[in-house]
């Protein structure tokens, strides 16, 4: 990494202070010369808005109390609400979620949804709680986060150790407040409660969405690409799912018990099956056992990563041999790993852009309940569809134009649009 950039993070304050936050901050650096914007209207971007720290007691089954560490921060409120997921996890740090609220402005941004980025945690280990004490736990912190998030403030979604019920343990708790229902103020809630019908594929369809189009201007159909995806959850399930629906061939998925791979295609259709009735991969009979390490070196067209943040680093980044890499999961191209990729002329397709069909379907379920008027699956298909092919196109050309990769592209995008809602609005006072 060149010495200006670390020069330039000298500044960051301890409290944002991660590695998480130094990558978002230095892709943000990165970009700048190309996005071209004012430097003060750079600098209001380079650090959030607000970021609150709270402590969450909680009673335990076995009557005693422990109080958990939690975390919101809200990046950027010019364009709207702010919208971000909500995770427990034993490592959140308010730096880690001050990352996370970054990127998820520029993916809204780039998306043209009208809001900013948030993220928010309570440092927990979710496997040791049960669900009455994970409920308490759910209430206690909504209740704690009244003041700063609303339907037209920020609005929470899920994310890692976080579902449906999470959320509609939140929409419930507010609403309670309230003395009236209101669903707005959450997104990825169960349908009962007002959740929209597709949120649940809609990150790993957009993921496909993505990759379809790339192909097409790469002059290479996704029909006749080979494809390893690893990760086999929400994301990587619905990918794969979709890719052999393109009529792609998948020869290898992995979650994380490891990798199975078979030359002439896996049944994907089976492999799910087989996930719903054992919880894992692990014993599947089908196909040879591999793993995630070889997966990730596997020749191939396209290797989608759906698993996890860091994934491919300055360690096996010059190992992967696919031409096409479609980040589905946040993060899991290292920084010197997206160098060595690009030396070696493998395209990314980056985490903002690629992952961001959840986001965008998150915004149509918040639309539907403001509107109280409920779309189809097919609709909701459709607008996403349109609304990917837009941002991957705005950002493919602009890549073209300057000759900067497909992220860097991705983000100058975004930060041009945040900075021109900036610039339009101006400081107050
Ligand atoms: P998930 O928990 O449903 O699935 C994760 C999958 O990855 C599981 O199959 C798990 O076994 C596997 N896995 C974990 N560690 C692994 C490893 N080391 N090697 C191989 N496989 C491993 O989670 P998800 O919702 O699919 O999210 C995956 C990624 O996508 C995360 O980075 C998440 O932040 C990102 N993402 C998710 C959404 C969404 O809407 N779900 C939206 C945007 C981004």
Known sequence: MAGIEEARLEDVPLEWDTPLFHQARVQF?????????APAV?????????GVMISVPVRLDDGSTTVFPAYRVQHSSVLGPTKGGVRYDPEVTLGECAALAVWMTWKCALLRLPYGGAKGGVR????????????????????ELLPIIGPQEDIPAPDMATNEQTMAWMMDT????????????????????????????ATGAGVVMVTERACERLGTPLAEQRCVVQGFGNVGGIAATELVAKGATVLAVSDVSGGVHAEEGLDVAAMHEWVRGRGSLA?????????????????????????????VTAENAARVEARLVAEGANGPTTVEADE??????????PDILTNAGGVTVSYFEWVQDLGRLFWTRDEIRAKLAE???????????????????????????AIREVAAAIEARGLYP
């Open 29 to 37: 650096e990165q970009a700048l010369p190309y996005a071209a914007i």
């Open 42 to 50: 750079a600098e209001r971007l380079r650090y959030p808005e607000r």
């Open 124 to 143: 927990c280990n979710p496997k040791e709680l049960s669900s009455a004490e994970l409920q308490r736990l759910t209430r206690r912190f909504t209740s």
């Open 174 to 201: 507010y609403s309670m407040q309230k003395g009236y229902a209101v669903p707005e103020i959450v997104t990825g809630k169960p349908i009962a409660l007002g959740g929209s019908l597709f949120r649940h594929e």
């Open 283 to 311: 014993e599947y009979p089908h196909g040879d056992k591999i793993s995630n390490a070889e997966l990730l070196e596997l020749p191939c067209d396209v290797l989608v990563l759906a698993a996890r943040e860091d994934q």
């Open 340 to 349: 060595i990729l690009a030396e070696r002329g493998i395209v990314v397709l």
């Open 387 to 413: 609304k990917m092919a837009d941002a991957f196109d705005r950002v493919w050309e602009l890549a073209r134009e300057r000759e900067i990769s497909l992220r860097a592209a991705s983000l100058v995008v």
